[in-house]
Every structure is written in structure tokens, then in C-alpha cells.
């Protein structure tokens, strides 16, 4: 397991990465609430992902990177 290397992206690579995690994590609790995950840890790493983003495009968006 490889931490994604979200450091390289542009912006606009960000973004989308962003939206398509969300929709990910969106998939994985549906089918948490109705019983079918194999990976309990999935959600929990998507989410992790996720607020990794957020922290980059933060830190974009402050001038910080």
C-alpha cells in the first residue's frame, strides 16, 4: 500500500480526484448501511484520502504550495 501521490497534481486534478472520492465514499456507505463492504478499513482510507485533498487545496488555495 502506497500513500496516493496527490503532491504532483494541478489544481484542477485535485478537484476532480476530490469528486470522485467523494462519489466513492458516498458508494461505500450505501452499501455499509446495507450490509455489503468487504473492507471496513476502505472507508476509513477514502476518508483519510479525501481530507488529504481538502488539505491541499487549501493549501493552494492560501498560497502555501
Do not use: C, W
Request: charge should be positive.
Amino acid at each position: 500500500y502506497m500513500k496516493d501521490n496527490f503532491r504532483d497534481l494541478t489544481y484542477e486534478e485535485l478537484h476532480s480526484k476530490l469528486d470522485e472520492l467523494k462519489k466513492k465514499h458516498m458508494d461505500i456507505r450505501f452499501n455499509s448501511v446495507l450490509g455489503h463492504v468487504d473492507n471496513p478499513v476502505l472507508k476509513r482510507n477514502v476518508r483519510r484520502k479525501i481530507a488529504r485533498l481538502k488539505t491541499l487545496i487549501h493549501e493552494k488555495d492560501q498560497g502555501i504550495r
